[in-house]
């Protein structure tokens, strides 16, 4: 985070273990999550990250379902992680890098972050609202190749190492400013997200529900009460209380409110089965969360192209007597068509990277 604006929220599947039973509690959460992200890149509320913070959640379900996939041989699970994640952000990628190419753009030896992003892949101003999100698939990417490592660290002292797992970002924050690159931004977004994703751990080996409320909710409100106070206390700082621009409120909001929502399925075995009685709403998570990566990678996209699209519907006049052109909730609207129709173009690519036999919807 830090210097550049985190506009980018979502979420990604995650590969699981042979034939899973799906938690539809998880998957929720995470379709949740996926429309939050559209919202806020249309709208632009600043609230957004308080009301739902999407990052914090993926990163904690992320968490759990590599803590799970670890009981097999480590190689393996990142093997599978990456070769899901990678497909996708290529294919994604060449429609990107294309356009840039077009409009004057010229790379030097870091396009080799648009084969592995590593770092955060280059690109010009006139493509940034498209690139800009891939500090998600950065971040993501590096948890999944040190998963082994802090899973091992973990579980020597589950608590303490997770109580302790927000000591990095208040040192980037209070102690040594880390440089203004790469790995600057690498730096605090994996000490932003670092409790999430041990959290993740915690609820997978059973440590949150062991548990006592007395023990969780007092420290989870803190987290929340100490986070939304920075936010609200350094916006002459960052020049918002959005918790995109602010590493440390976000690192704590984040942490007391997916701390409260992984504790709840932990002690109430929130499972959300019910949603199978709503058929059509219990397909489309099915839908959010098997494309997920697509709709991620895409939705700015779609955002991008639905204000030229929207600027032909003035020439009908039918249109601009009885549309509400001039809306952003009309926008909102034909982003989300247009992000349908990538989702069926471009989302077979997701089943050949997880190894499916392609189709137009899971």
């Known amino acids: 985070m830090g210097a550049h604006s985190r506009t980018a929220e979502r979420a990604l599947p995650e590969a699981a273990v042979a034939r899973p039973v799906r938690d539809r509690y998880f998957d929720t ?135 302790l797992s927000l000591t990095p970002v208040l040192a980037l924050q209070f102690v040594w400013q880390p440089p203004d690159d790469r790995l600057g931004a690498a730096l605090w977004d994996l000490a932003t997200f670092l409790f999430c994703w041990l959290l993740g751990f915690a609820h997978h080996d059973g440590v949150l529900a062991r548990l006592k409320p007395a023990a969780v909710v007092p420290l989870a409100l803190g987290a929340l009460a100490y986070g939304g106070w920075y936010a609200l206390a350094h916006q002459a700082e960052y020049g918002t209380y959005d ?52 709709l991620y990678l895409w939705h700015e996209i779609a955002l991008i192209l639905a204000v030229p699209l929207i600027d032909r519907f003035w020439d009908v006049p039918a249109f601009e007597a009885y549309l509400p052109l001039d809306s952003q909730w009309f926008m909102f609207g034909v982003g989300w068509v247009l992000i349908a129709v990538f989702v069926l173009l471009c989302g077979w690519v997701e089943d050949v990277a997880a190894r499916k036999k392609p189709r137009l919807l899971p």
Do not use: C
């Open 29 to 163: 959460l995470r379709a949740v999550a996926l429309v939050r992200v559209v919202s806020y890149h249309t709208f632009g509320w600043a609230w957004a990250g308080l009301i739902f913070p999407s990052m914090g959640v993926m990163f904690g379900l992320a968490g759990t379902l590599m803590a799970r996939s670890l009981q097999r041989p480590a190689l393996t699970v990142i093997r599978s992680r990456v070769r899901r994640l990678l497909p996708p952000f290529w294919f994604w990628g060449v429609f990107v890098v294309g356009a840039m190419l077009v409009h004057g753009w010229m790379p030097g030896w870091q396009i080799v972050y648009w084969v592995v992003p590593l770092g955060d892949p280059p690109g010009n101003a006139w493509g940034e609202q498209a690139w800009e999100i891939l500090w998600y698939l950065r971040t993501y990417l590096w948890f999944v190749l040190l998963s082994p490592l802090l899973l091992r660290v973990f579980r020597l002292a589950p608590v303490p190492v997770l109580v």
């Open 243 to 294: 918790l995109d621009e602010n590493p440390l409120a976000q690192a704590f909001w984040s942490a007391g409110f997916v701390t409260l929502l992984m504790y709840a399925k932990a002690r109430f075995r929130t499972d959300f089965a019910g949603l199978a009685r709503f058929r059509r709403l219990d397909r489309l998570v099915t839908v959010f969360n098997a494309r997920a990566v697509t």
